[in-house]
């Protein structure tokens, strides 16, 4: 089931920047990401309450469904879409992909997570690999004034992103399960971001045109409540380091429909990117050696 759930992420999140792409034009962005996850907690609702499966949340529940909406559904999308004007889809990409050592780290801080170095070594493995993929596009951009707050505000959203996983995976502790909490989460976002458009005198146009409806219903659904619960079940069931290894590996789909799609072309040191991102998801997985304890010899002795 988790590596049901892994692929299905991976797939998902590694194709909607076609989507994102395609939405480009009359709607602003902002407005963009209130429509789609305004749209998608209106079909987690109905979902939930068809299914009669909508669970109780106390006040504590809907304060950090609150503070979720706030970092997962708001401000980190804002943060990448604004870094993406100055900063290559690369850079952001790889600075995306440090959520796994993030994740790692506010594990151990939040939760006293002891953290595996199969998991730093993997990760370390992904973002080199990852460099390898972008360097071409890394090293062709100058650094600049607008660069370093590009940068700034990816680091910013990646945080936001780790934030969000550390609170999904306090809820799921605390027995309410993602399809509850994204609805609700979505539900503040898209509230919070609409009043910010509101202040800005940001308009809220709609383009009717079948490629704009099309890319928005394929965020709504896969992109959002498939590919959020699917990845906050994963935060749950595996823990939050290793389900953040989906950032590394989501932007190998997205190269390899760009291959076909826009002529992108593989370079030996992308190839060996490739491998490098491979191998650090094989160490990531990987299950450490169980160290016996000083009392096992003495309770087999026990046993005999």
């Known amino acids: 089931m988790n590596l049901f759930l892994y692929l299905l992420t991976v797939l998902i999140w590694g194709t909607t920047w076609i989507a994102l792409k395609l939405q480009l034009g009359v709607v602003a962005i902002p407005v ?6 305004a749209l998608a907690a209106v079909v987690l609702f109905a979902i939930l309450l068809l299914s009669r499966r909508l669970q109780p949340v106390n006040r504590r529940g809907h304060l950090i469904c609150l503070a979720q909406g706030l970092c997962l559904f708001c401000v980190n999308f804002m943060c990448f879409l604004t870094a993406s004007q100055w900063v290559p889809s690369g850079l952001v990409a790889v600075v995306f992909s440090t959520a796994t050592l993030w994740n790692a780290l506010n594990a151990r801080v939040f939760f006293g997570q002891r953290i595996a170095r199969n998991v730093l070594g993997g990760g370390a493995l ?12 890394l090293a062709g951009h100058a650094a600049s004034r607008e660069t370093l707050i590009g940068l700034a505000l990816a680091l910013l959203g990646t945080l936001c992103f780790s934030a969000g996983n550390m609170l999904s995976s306090l809820q799921q502790k605390a027995g309410l399960k993602p399809l509850t909490t994204n609805a609700w989460g979505m539900l503040y976002g898209s509230i919070m971001l609409a009043g910010y458009c509101l202040v800005r005198g940001t308009p809220f146009e709609v383009d009717w045109s079948l490629q704009y409806i099309g890319s928005l219903l394929y965020l709504v659904i896969p992109g959002s409540v498939i590919g959020f619960t699917a990845y906050l ?14 950032t590394v590996l989501f932007p190998l789909v997205a190269l390899n429909v760009s291959a076909f799609a826009e002529g992108y072309q593989w370079t030996a040191p992308a190839l060996v990117g490739l491998v490098l991102v491979m191998a650090g998801n094989v160490l990531v997985f990987r299950k450490p050696k169980a160290v016996p304890t000083p009392y096992q010899p003495l309770l087999r002795e026990a046993t005999r």
């Open 126 to 137: 992904g973002l080199l690999g990852l460099g390898l993929l972008f360097w071409p596009e």
């Open 32 to 37: 963009s990401i209130v429509y789609r996850f």
């Open 233 to 246: 079940t994963l935060v749950g069931r595996m823990g939050p380091e290793r389900a953040a290894y989906c």
